[in-house]
DNA sequence: TAGCGGCGCTAAAGCGCTTTAGTCCGCGCC
DNA sequence: GGCGCGGACTAAAGCGCTTTAGCGCCGCTA
């Protein structure tokens, strides 16, 4: 409501510098707590700032001081089929509120493989958009964490293996989650456990099966696992498959809470009843397993969490400060609901 | 490998101006496809721009030409349940891949209700962070298209009632929609039929509702619309409210795939048949809904092609062509699955 | 043949901030 | 009493781009 003098335009550093009667490069080294200005000064120029509604233009900042306030996150997938599986939004609102706090904008492109999401940190590298990465899905031999190395792009990788990389990485344990979920079905008697597992070329998927395999082996369980993308028609297929075999599985884990669901309408097709006739455990938990009938067993982690973590790494990366090598997110949970019983034959 | 000269920097407009042996306002100029280079320096300029592989640095285009090439999006929700539906997740990638085809970057940013999605905006214009902004979940006398034309921050809606507003909409005609459900619905002899509708301070929602009702009163339906917001206790139990009245619904109508499913998980304990006993229709189709059994009758429309919609209109508005006041998007078609049939009671 | 306009190009300023290199002043010290 | 020093602050340059003003030249007209 009225500002006195100048036309409608935004205050500049030189505004508040002339409203408190100091150079702007005083204001500047008040906004930015550098020593050499009296506390006295100090307040006065924050006052200035309060008062005529001031805020820093990014461009402007991050031209001078070399920081874009931004972080990117570049997703790998069929574009159409994102958005299917919770994961990715929890983690997204994740990491943007841990950003957003500290005022970091977080900026989001969906690519269809790896070579353009290289191009698009390429790209964002060369023309100073992004303060730093966050990378998923990592794959064997992956090219993306010595590129990003190469081109001088601070990222944050979420899991890997849990060894020291190239870049720091936010530890998701899916091996011993895995393992808990083998535990839980051997103790119900499950001894033909059937998985459909995800995309195999993925670090973490093939985690998770040698985790249930590992398992296996050594709680005498017989494993068969079948890859199947994120589509529901290789999920069903791939559950028709394990049910076609010579030794049916009497439970059936599944790598994602989609893929659980799918699998369910396979089930409930060729009338297996849920968990008398045949368990079902979902790896991912979310508010999706529980519209199934009944609800799903399932390995509870907190997504949003995960993403603040990797929000925070990735803050800390930035702003130089010391980031260890390797992250551990908290251990996901075994949240058993209706769909894992007995094994079938075996008295309650 | 191996660059002459200079240190590892990054190329500037002084350096391909150097070594296309021109000055920096001709390559500029060259790039901005302005008059006054000659075709001969132009392509000189350009060849040079390849060969050091320059790229704009974004922070310094902006700080110059005041565009930031950036397009924001602030989405009001429960951080925590944002995901569920697969609708904002498809909307972010049809959004962001008309933007990135013109190496206009997304921003987004999940908050809790529209004072501080307002204060989001204020302090992004502030900023100059965006050139502009898309505005989702219109409600009533919404105070966010007046803000954003008072803080100078270009804006498109979505959806909104189709009538010109203080800023451009995209229109989704929800109303045509939910009519043609309902004729599906009179068509198959339903008469008394259930709506669990949205969050009715949504213009959507009401349009819903009211869509509903009217061809109600057309077409001879005796309609019962239940609020519930997005979780699944409220939708149950706005379900289970239906199948208690005197004269219970043969066919419920759900504003939402996930309210669908969580509704459908009801009735499957309710021990109610689909379509025997009952038919189920969801307003909004997506993988999820092909995941119940049967699946689930819906109303149909691209989520993805809506974003690129949004996009688009955003892309002209923030480059100043002129943008119709509502643009139509492409009507939703009805997708007759297995939820939906004759009547109970009635001969096929 | 002088005048004029347009084309192709350049010099230089400016965007809003950060940072470097001072300047100035008061104080303690030998 | 001169010197050095550190604290408080400023002037000015610079970040990489866009834009405005303007210059020189050529061809055309009167």
Redesign the pocket.
């Known amino acids: 409501m009225s500002s006195a003098g100048h036309p409608n335009?935004?205050?500049?550093?030189?505004?508040?510098?002339a409203h408190a009667?100091?150079?702007?490069?005083?204001?500047?080294?008040a906004?930015?707590d550098?020593?050499?200005?009296?506390?006295?000064?100090?307040t006065r120029i924050l006052a200035a700032v309060a008062e005529l509604g001031?805020?820093?233009?990014v461009?402007?900042?991050?031209?001078?001081?070399?920081r874009a306030d931004t972080v990117g996150l570049v997703v790998t997938r069929p574009a159409r089929t994102l958005g299917v599986e919770p994961f990715f939004a929890q983690l997204v609102s994740g990491l943007q509120a841990r950003l957003s706090a500290d005022l970091v904008a977080l900026q989001l492109l969906v690519v269809e493989d790896v070579s353009a999401e290289l191009d698009v940190y390429r790209r964002w590298a060369a023309e100073?958009r992004t303060d730093g990465v966050v990378v998923l899905d990592l794959e064997r031999d992956d090219p993306r964490p010595e590129e990003l190395v190469r081109m001088g792009l601070p990222a944050v990788l979420l899991s890997g293996d849990g060894t020291p990389g190239p870049v720091p990485s936010v530890f998701a344990d899916d091996h011993a989650a895995m393992t808990l979920l083998a535990e839980h079905l051997a103790a119900l008697g499950h001894v033909h456990v059937g998985h459909v597992g995800g995309v195999h070329t993925y670090v973490h998927s093939a985690r998770r099966a040698t985790a249930l395999h590992d398992a296996g082996a050594r709680l005498g369980l017989d494993i068969t696992t079948v890859p199947a993308d994120f589509s529901q028609d290789e999920t069903a297929a791939a559950t028709r498959a394990l049910l076609a075999r010579d030794e049916r599985p009497t439970a059936i884990v599944y790598d994602s809470d989609v893929a659980a669901l799918a699998g369910v309408t396979v089930l409930a097709e060729a009338g297996l009843d849920l968990p008398g006739d045949i368990s079902v455990a979902s790896f991912d938990d979310s508010e999706l397993v529980r519209l199934a009938h009944p609800p799903l067993t399932a390995m509870t982690r907190d997504t949003f969490d995960l993403g603040e973590l990797l929000a925070s790494t990735m803050l800390s990366l930035v702003r130089g400060e010391p980031v260890p090598d390797v992250v551990d997110a908290p251990a996901s949970v075994l949240t058993v609901r209706g769909s894992t019983g007995q094994v079938p034959g075996v008295a309650a």
Chains 1, 2 share one sequence.
Do not use: K
């Open positions: 335009r935004r205050p500049t550093i030189a505004d508040i510098a009667g100091v150079s702007p490069t005083a204001v500047s080294f906004l930015n550098r020593p050499g200005i009296s506390a006295r000064t100090r001031w805020r820093p233009n461009a402007a900042r991050a031209l001078g001081g070399r100073q």
